[in-house]
């Protein structure tokens, strides 16, 4: 802008560079601003990846204990089937 004209350089030095000062004030409130909406992104970022971690904990938990329940399930079925036929035998039964 002060390259426009020589009278503007020589007359209008001081608007110019008043000018000059508000126009990176401006950019440096803008980038301060820029900066802070970052770092507030990067917070719910971090905060968001915390409780997914902590979700797949509980889901890795979850399916171990279904895990462990369907074994002692198939645990319970044996011994029931185990029972029923020692109960056929006892009684002569065919237990088919």
Do not use: P, W
């Amino acid at each position: 802008m002060h390259y426009a004209s020589l009278h503007l350089r020589k007359d209008g030095l001081q608007e110019t560079n008043e000018l000059a000062l508000q126009f990176l004030q401006l950019m440096k409130r803008v980038s301060d601003s820029c900066k802070i909406e970052v770092l507030e992104l990067q917070g719910q970022l971090r905060k968001s990846q915390h409780e997914m971690s902590a979700m797949q904990e509980s889901k890795g938990l979850a399916e171990a204990q279904l895990q462990v329940a369907l074994q002692e399930i198939e645990i319970l079925k044996a011994m029931t089937q185990q029972k029923f036929q020692a109960y056929c035998a006892v009684l002569g039964l065919d237990d088919g």
